[in-house]
Structures are given as structure tokens and as C-alpha cells.
């Protein structure tokens, strides 16, 4: 029978137990392939139960999936902070980097590793197999003492003899993606510069590897400041293909005989911003066959591409979210999830066209009872545009809220800034859709899928369009009579932090603001944080100094006595992207001013939190603030979390 009970009151199964107990996060995939068998699938999971360590896990056809390195290997590398391309294969044997020593590590058949490099200061990502030569050819990045910044290079690891890496190419500020071609003869790679970021303008390169191994005859293929090149890979038949947004989207093209030729050319995203190594949306099945998968306006598709005809047909598949997109021949391999299927590794049989689910991210299906659907919307934002979202109502097969209650809002402003909201299930928002709180996810102006122009709305507006997207997507659904705008929140992690910390500060429509390690001084983060990012911001907001007062005006650090809403704080002490002064200078700040405000900090975490206690405590304390400041009684048992200058 079903129960009436207020919105945000309303018992789920969804717990933070069932969280990080039953859940793994998917993350970098491969086909692993020896002359005279099938294909080796290796993939890493997250596993908060294990101290949130990414195991590496392989499968041989029918064979049960089984963990090829024993705890506490934890397969994750450090390149930007972000990491991806942890591993790779050469003649059969897989090849790890160790989050502990940032070494390549060779996987032995017992469960344990043995180390390839020996370069202390040296972090590996992105391996690409030389075979003629019996070695890897890498992004290496080198964090020598005493120097400022890091220095990042392309670098050939051998498999036996000599430990030291062999700088290839070397010069520019960031390399991405080499990839040795089918006959060893040539090398491609894409790189930039400061003051872009990789999906703002980069350069594609091909070079002839002479015979000692050394790179010559170097030829920009494509890309320049105004393009943004992702993804090269070479056919079987040694054709070099990428992916551009030349056309203001992202679409396939190739090299062949010195010309570039577009592939597809769709108002669609066949990739995606390079925050990480070795995430493909494309695999070669054939010389002539791509698999590949791109986002309209209806999400993610995988589809066929014939590369004579350049015909694209779409696979008949339930998936709106595709990701770690491999192929070979008869088979493909992806991460595809939809909104009432969690994120799940996949086998596609290309002749029969028959999915296979070889792993999910969720171990214990959830009952679609208590699983909320996304909506797409469309509402008017600034300059009269639009802007994009998926909204969430509640639902729970158990309950309902009163006739005359609407129920509150929880805005997620994503992170990156160039993220996109997913349609997978995601249970860390069923979580709270099953206890009655709606949820909002905002593709706000700057995020991906949706083409060059609409991420370049960010560009020197950030902390303006974002909050302006996620305020307005707020009230149009209280517009809609959806949502209680007495109720409205607003939570984000990152980039989404600012975006939170801003909402509070420029704008009175939310009751509260939930910040995991957000930016909220932008000179600090301008002149303390990673490589990768440290010119980030001259695009976002301006050039550093020269426009010191437009990165003042924009912090909200400075602009405390504007807020008025109480704000709840979650912060990795060992955060290198935003430190934690960032966090700890805003909460002081609060504090000093008689802000509700609460603050909870997490040993051994960094950017992103992946360890199951770490996870719990943050759910249950965000939402033990959400029922004692919006005025409703959790029906979970949590533990109190201090909330300085509240009343009582």
C-alpha cells in the first residue's frame, strides 16, 4: 500500500551502504590481442569497498571474469592529476601503471606485477605498443625537484634491458595519444600549448620512426588554435583517422595520400573533451569498418561506419550513454548504460548484432519502483537561447508526497566545466529521487555534446552563464508548479563548486548550496594548481594578472557578505586540483561573517572521493543538512553534523 509522507521523508533501499558496497565504477577498457587467440577484455574497476583502488580485471571469451593483480595494486595513473590510460598490451601481456609509484608494472600470471620502468620522477600514461621496436611509446610527465612546473614529453619505454624511458618528442606543453602505426614505420600524436585546453585548439602530427627509433619528417596533419582534435587512430590498413570539431562539431576524418576527408559530417559529437587518456569513441572492426558512437540531441548511439560508402548505421541498442568505444574483428566492446540500467561493460557481436553484459557498475539490480526516469528539458536562458538539462522527480513505488506539497530541488551543476550531465542510471541521484527530493541535472552553456559553440559560451563568462543556466532551470520547473521554490538547492563539485559558491552569492533562489572541493578563489587556483590547468582560467575568465579585478569580482571568497544561504563543505585533504586553503579560506570567511556553514574534511582523499567510508559520510551528512535546513525528517538513522551560526 502506498504510503503519504512528506517529500524528502521517504525510506529507500537505495542506502549509502548499498552505494559503495554493491557499486564499481567502470573505468578504462582494452582488447588485449595475441596472434592465434581470441581477445583478452581488461577493464579497471573503482572499488570504494577497497579503499578505492581501480583493480584490473580480464576476461577470455566464455571464461569467468577474474582480477589479473592482486590488492593493493591500484591501476591509476597521475598525467594532469585526472590520469586514464593506465594500461597497456604488447604481444598478450598487459602492462600497468601503479597509482603508488607511477611505474609501468608487467601483470605475471600469479597476481603479481613486476616493475618495467625504475624513473622516480616520471608518471606514465597512454602506452601505445611498438612492436617492431619491443617497446611502448608514452605521454611521460617528469616532476623534477626544484623546477616549476612538470615537464610533459613522449617518451619510448623498452620491454627489456634499459629502464631509463628515450625522450621522442619533446617541446611543447602537453602530448596526448601517440599511437605507432600497423607497420612501424610512423608515429601520430595531437598536442597544444598554453593557454588552451586540449577541446580549444590542439595540433595533429605524423613523423616517420627511422631505424633506430628516433622521430623524423615530422607533418602537422590538422588542428591549430580554433580546432580541437581528439582521438587519432590508424586502420588496420595503416590509414590515419581522428576525430576534429572543424565544422563546429565533432566528426570523424582521416589523412590519406596528404588530404584530410570528413567522414561524417552531423550537428553530433563523435568525442568528447580530452580531461583523460585513452578514451575512445571509435574502434576499427575492419579496414573499412569503424565502430563507432556519437551524441545527439537523444544521447549516445553506437553505429557502423562503412569508410567506402560512408555510410553510418545505427546498432538497435538500449543504451543512451556509450563510452570506451574498442573493436575488432567480429566483435566490439563498450561501457554503455540508460537510465534504468547502471553502467555496464558490453560485448557486441557485430554479425548477429546480440549484446552481451560481461560486468555492471552495479552488482544488486534496484526495483524500477523506485527508479526515477530523466525528462530532457529546454528552457530560455540568457541572450535568448536555450539551455539544457535532465530533470529528475522523485519516485518511490512506496510513497507519495502530500496533495498540496511540491517537493525540493536538488540543481547539480556539473563538473569539468566541459562535462555533460549522463542518462544512466546513476544511484548516486536515485538516492535522492527515492526519498522524494527532485533532482535537476544542468548541461549548462560550456558543456559538451551539443558542439563547439555551445561549450564556447563559457569562454571568459565563467561563473556568469553557468549560474545564470542552473538558476533559470530551477525556476522553470517551479514555473512548471514540478518543484517547491521555497525548497531549491543547489550542488556541484569542482568547477560545479564555483558555479554553487557564485549561486549563493550573485542570486537569492537557492535555500542552500553543497560544495565538494569547488573553487572559490580564482587567483589561487590561477597561481596554485596542476599544469594541466594552470592557464585554464584565461579563457574561462581573462588573462592573470592583467585582469586581476575581473578574477576578484568573479570569487566569491570576496563577496561573503552577499551570502545569506547556509553552505555545506566537503573537501580531500590531499586535493591537488583545488587544494584545500581554497575550501578552508571560504569556510573561515563564512564563519567570521554568521553564515550557516559546515565543514567536513577527508584524509587521503584527492579530486573526487573513492573510498566507501568517505562516500557514506558525505551522503548521509549532505543529507542530514538538507532535512534540518529545508525542514523535513530523513527517515534514514544519520549522524549530526555541526552547522556553525545555525539557530537553534
Known sequence: ?????????????????????????????????????????????????????????????????????????????????????????ADGRVYVVNFRDQQIHR??????????????????????????????VSVIEDHRPGEREPRNVLGAVHLGGARAPVVLESGRDFYAAPRVSPDGRHLAWFSWNHPNMPWDGSALWVAAIRSDGILTERVQVAGGLEEAIVQPAWSPDGVLHFVSDRTGWWNLHRWREGRVEA?????????????????????????????????????????????RTRALTPYELPYTEIDQVHAAEGIAVFIGGSPLEPASLVQLDLETRTPTVLARSSATPVDPGYLSEPEAIEFPTGGGLIAHGLYYPPRNRDFVGPPKERPPLRVIGHGGPTAAASRALQLAIQFWTSRGIAVLDVNYGGS????????????????????????????????????????????????????????????????????????????????????????????????????????????????????????????????????????????????????????????????????????????????????????????DSLAAVPIDNLPE
Not at 551502504?17 to 565504477?25: G, K
Not at 563523435?270 to 563507432?292: E, K, L, M, Q
Open 1 to 89: 500500500m502506498v504510503e503519504i509522507r512528506p517529500y524528502g521523508s521517504w525510506r529507500s533501499p537505495i542506502t549509502t551502504e548499498f552505494l559503495v558496497a554493491q557499486t564499481t565504477s567502470l573505468g578504462d577498457v582494452a582488447l588485449v590481442c595475441a596472434p592465434g587467440s581470441e581477445p583478452e577484455i581488461v577493464w579497471t574497476e573503482g572499488r570504494p569497498s577497497d579503499g578505492g583502488r581501480n583493480a584490473v580485471v580480464g576476461r577470455r571469451g566464455s571464461e569467468p571474469a577474474r582480477d589479473l593483480l592482486a590488492a593493493p595494486f591500484n591501476a591509476r595513473s597521475r598525467v594532469h592529476e585526472y590520469g586514464g590510460g593506465a594500461f597497456g598490451s
Open 448 to 635: 559538451t555534446g551539443y558542439g563547439r559553440r555551445y561549450r564556447e559560451r563559457l569562454d571568459g563568462q565563467w561563473g556568469v552563464v553557468d549560474v545564470a543556466d542552473c538558476v533559470l532551470g530551477a525556476r522553470y520547473l517551479v514555473g512548471r508548479g514540478d518543484v517547491d521554490p521555497r525548497r531549491l538547492t543547489i550542488r556541484g563539485g569542482s568547477a560545479g563548486g564555483f558555479t554553487t559558491l557564485r549561486a549563493l552569492a550573485f542570486d537569492d533562489t537557492f535555500r542552500l548550496g553543497v560544495c565538494y572541493y569547488g573553487v572559490s578563489d580564482l587567483e589561487v587556483l590561477a597561481t596554485d594548481t596542476h599544469k594541466f590547468e594552470s592557464r585554464y582560467l584565461d579563457r574561462l575568465v581573462g588573462p592573470y594578472p592583467a585582469r586581476r579585478d575581473l578574477y576578484r569580482e568573479r570569487s566569491p571568497v570576496h563577496h561573503v557578505e552577499r551570502i545569506s544561504s547556509p553552505a555545506v563543505f566537503f573537501q580531500g585533504l590531499e586535493d591537488r586540483v583545488v587544494p584545500p586553503n581554497q575550501t578552508e579560506g571560504m569556510v573561515e570567511a563564512l564563519r567570521r561573517a554568521g553564515v550557516p556553514v559546515a565543514y567536513l574534511a577527508f584524509e587521503g582523499e584527492q579530486h573526487g572521493f573513492r573510498r566507501a567510508d568517505t562516500i557514506r559520510r558525505a551522503l548521509e551528512a549532505e543529507l542530514y543538512c538538507y532535512g534540518r535546513i529545508l525542514g523535513f525528517e530523513p527517515a
Open 107 to 136: 601483470v605475471e600470471s600469479d597476481g603479481g606485477s613486476t616493475a618495467l620502468t625504475a624513473a622516480p620522477t616520471c608518471r606514465f600514461a597512454d602506452l601505445s605498443y611498438d612492436r617492431a621496436r619491443r617497446r611502448f
Open 263 to 307: 567522414l561524417t559530417d552531423m550537428e553530433a559529437e563523435f568525442g568528447r573533451p580530452h580531461w583523460t587518456f585513452a578514451n575512445p569513441c571509435y574502434g576499427f572492426a575492419s579496414a573499412d569498418a569503424i565502430v563507432c558512437s556519437f551524441a545527439d540531441g537523444d544521447g549516445w548511439h553506437l553505429a557502423r561506419l562503412d569508410t
